[in-house]
């Protein structure tokens, strides 16, 4: 038994009940609205392949459409990247920025979260261009260059109402994301740390860096801690970096993600924002906490 959502931007509600009679027509199901003219679904479309008989009638209308089980539908737990996912920035070409060093250092970021590069070694490599930055710059980026990605409040303290546990794991740094994951209202944050000499940074990162692999192992150690089947996990990402959680959770999403992590993700979020992983979840205008 599967739902068929059909998602759209809020701040771009590009849904209306002909269309979705259309779509209906097709696929068979039930339609539920879960905001009007943001999200609705197909519940137990009759179709074998309703996504792609969807995007035909849907056009190059802004909405996201996914499949997903009906079994598990609320999940208890939710891992999310922090950079580009959580917030609208990465924090290490804002720092670089600092120092005059953005396109280089941005270059690499987007290469590594491509998974052109080695994320450990890229990651080493960039920190090293931030030798001697001051931590009271680093202060300054942190208050004036980062803006939270719209949803994301919402997401998880509709998910911790509902009994959810929510981590933020970051390749980046703890400097930004014990900070970041607060102010959103994460049950935790893990990060790499940044090395300081003085009132500087010192141009390293302490070993071992929080990888790929880590992050994958965040959430296995998260599900079985809480006894939290796999099912019922929700990881969401956009780099190369956050592809092993995404393929291995339950419900995985790449969010405005490298081409590279759409492509093997199970679901695919490119028009709207962080609500949609309630949508995808079943939640409705009503139930989500603002
Ligand atoms: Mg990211």
């Known amino acids: 038994m599967s739902v068929l959502c059909l998602i759209a931007n809020p701040n771009e509600p590009a849904l209306d009940l002909p269309l979705l009679q259309r779509i209906q027509a097709e696929t068979g199901g039930e339609i539920n609205w879960l905001t009007q003219r943001i999200a609705a679904e197909i519940v137990k479309p009759k179709l074998a392949e309703p996504v792609e008989a969807a995007r035909a009638l849907i056009g190059d209308r802004p909405v996201d459409i996914a499949l997903v089980p009906l079994a598990n539908r609320r999940k208890r737990l939710l891992i999310a990247d922090m950079d580009s996912t959580m917030i609208e920035q990465e924090c290490i070409d804002e720092l670089a920025d600092a120092v005059g060093l953005k396109a280089e250092v941005a270059d690499i970021t987007a290469r590594a979260m491509n998974g052109e590069l080695d994320f450990e070694a890229a ?18 980026v942190r208050r004036e260059r980062i803006t939270f990605a719209p949803g994301g409040r919402a997401l998880v303290q509709t998910m911790k109402t509902h009994g959810a546990f929510t981590s933020l794991v970051s390749g980046g740094f703890t400097y930004f994301a014990d900070y970041i994951g607060k102010r959103i209202g994460f049950d935790e944050a893990m990060a790499n740390i940044l090395e300081i000499e ?3 940074l010192a141009g390293t990162v302490t070993e071992p860096i929080l990888g790929r692999e880590a992050k994958l192992s965040r959430l296995r150690t998260l599900a079985a801690f809480h006894d939290i089947p796999m099912a019922a996990t929700l990881a969401v990402g956009d780099g190369a970096n956050d592809l092993d959680m ?45």
């Open 123 to 140: 990651l080493r490599t960039r920190v090293k261009l931030l030798t001697g930055l001051p931590i009271s710059r680093m202060e300054e």
């Open 246 to 290: 995404i393929k291995a959770a339950g419900l995985g999403v790449a969010l405005h993600a490298k081409a590279v992590v759409a492509a093997q993700a199970q679901v695919k979020i490119d028009y709207g924002d962080l609500t949609a992983l309630l949508y995808l979840q079943g939640y409705a205008d009503e139930d989500i906490v603002r």
């Open 198 to 200: 003085g009132d500087a």
